[in-house]
């Protein structure tokens, strides 16, 4: 049976003070030891086993229906391109961290932001899914934008309609949460070529 995981690992952006939060989404093969104890192996990507050694990570457990649990799971060795584990009972319960995909946002590029206010440059997306996107408008503080408020996103040809769902101050600027409600692009293609750059880099940094 194949199983599918999830590892947070940390990553520093070059450009940006804070530490990133990358979910890196994997699978492999399982061979059943006992009820909690799994051997995996036959990793996609290659090499993200050596990631796991002594640490804890999710795996998305199968059941009926093609549904899945997400439960807690502990890397106890990695060895020869295989990895025991030991799986926890427990569901976790929000899975809205695991539906986001993000990126250093120096590498996705700055956007320019219009609204019916005003106009402001030095805006960078955090993370996103096809539905959400979370802005960082970097030197700025709360009033900027409102909650409810519409803004375009401008990045070259690319134009985004985003809704304001909610605002919070950090060190580095104005951290947005919006709802997207209109794109003149794939929105699928965008997340996972920005996605899959990042994943490379930090494969590439434990090879």
């Known amino acids: ?64 229906g093609g549904r899945f649990n997400i439960v807690k799971a502990y890397a ?17 319960r929000d899975r809205r961290l695991f539906e986001r995909f993000s990126f250093c946002p120096e590498e996705v590029g700055e956007f320019i932001l219009q609204s019916s206010s005003t106009t402001l440059k030095r805006v960078f997306i955090l993370d996103m899914s096809l539905k959400g996107v979370k802005l960082l408008i970097k030197g700025q503080r709360r009033g900027v934008v409102k909650e409810g408020e519409l803004l375009t996103l401008i990045q070259e040809r690319r134009v985004l309609t985003v809704k304001v769902l909610w605002e919070e101050e950090r060190r580095e600027g104005l951290v947005v949460g919006g709802q997207i409600l209109k794109a003149n692009f794939n929105v699928m293609k965008f997340i996972m070529r920005n996605y899959v750059s990042l994943v490379k880099r930090v494969l590439l940094r434990n090879a």
């Open 1 to 64: 049976m194949r199983y599918d995981g999830i590892l947070l690992e940390k990553v520093k952006c070059s450009q940006f003070k804070d530490i990133m939060e990358l979910p890196l989404l994997f699978s492999f093969n399982v061979r059943k030891l006992s009820e909690s104890e799994l051997e995996a192996y036959s990793f996609l990507p290659p090499g993200v086993e050596k990631l796991l050694s002594g640490r804890e990570f999710f795996i998305l457990e199968p059941f009926n």
């Open 76 to 92: 106890k060795e990695v060895k020869n391109g295989k990895c025991f584990i030991v799986v926890d009972d427990e569901a976790v």
